[in-house]
């Protein structure tokens, strides 16, 4: 069955250092991956997807995500950490075309001055 | 484009009373539909899912209940709220092709006091 772990549930970095976070999925097929950006009292949005097409996914706000088959992960990175990225992430594999998404628990981004 | 609505925004019902929360999606035909629920300092928990009319898929046993009247308009409910339903209750839709990611809406802030 698919699954994501996201490891760590709270990512603290300063403003400008690097952004990495975490997933890794299990999955029985080829996987369709997806991070999303939730930000407080708001829903979540797509920040990118991984669909088989390229293995290096660009996204918004200049956030990316590579696919490695190998270690089964699909981390997060964003070079330049600036405040306005501080919100919850959220990586999710898919199962079916018919099933929810199945989604990590979060990981919260905290930046700092 | 496809938009999704939620509504109410925010909600302060007392324990004991019904709810009744909407979920409209618009620009899209025959979309699966999802109900989560985000209790504060939590991530996601999958309520319901639906793949047609009338089709209800249930996540997780409780005192809610959710239906599906139209192709479009998703509908979370309870006869009578607890404490413990207080959370940030989201709407999601996804097209019902393998590769598709959901879209959320904005969310209903639900306080059951």
């Known amino acids: 069955a698919q699954s994501v772990t996201q490891l760590g549930s709270h990512v603290s970095v300063s403003e400008g250092a690097l952004v990495l976070l975490r997933c890794n999925y299990s999955s029985s097929v080829p996987p369709y991956l997806f991070w999303y950006v939730q930000y407080p009292n708001q829903g979540l949005q797509l920040l990118l997807k991984?669909?088989?097409?390229?293995?290096l996914v660009k996204g918004i706000n200049g956030f990316e995500a590579e696919f490695k088959k190998s270690e089964t992960s699909f981390h997060l990175t964003k070079p330049s950490a600036h405040m306005s990225d501080a919100a919850e992430y959220f990586c999710?594999?898919?199962?079916?075309?018919?099933?929810?998404?199945?989604f990590g628990k979060g990981t919260r981004l905290s930046v700092i001055a | 484009s496809q938009t999704i609505h939620q509504w109410p925004a925010t909600l302060v019902q007392p324990v004991g009373s019904p709810l009744s929360l909407e979920c409209t999606v618009e620009?899209?035909?025959?979309?699966?539909l999802y109900w989560y629920r985000q209790a504060a300092g939590r991530g996601l928990q999958l309520l319901f899912y639906?793949?047609?009319?009338?089709?209800i898929s249930s996540e997780v046993p409780q005192n809610l209940s959710a239906s599906r009247p139209q192709d479009r308009q998703f509908i979370l409910s309870s006869k009578k709220l607890l404490l413990s339903d207080s959370g940030f209750y989201l709407c999601?839709?996804?097209?019902?092709?393998?590769?598709?990611?959901?879209?959320f809406g904005p969310g209903t802030r639900l306080t059951v006091l």
């Open positions: 991984y669909t088989s097409a390229a293995t």
């Open positions: 620009g899209t035909s025959n979309p699966n």
């Open positions: 999710a594999v898919t199962l079916s075309g018919n099933t929810p998404l199945v």
């Open positions: 639906s793949v047609g009319i009338g089709q």
């Open positions: 999601a839709w996804r097209g019902q092709a393998y590769y598709n990611e959901q879209f």
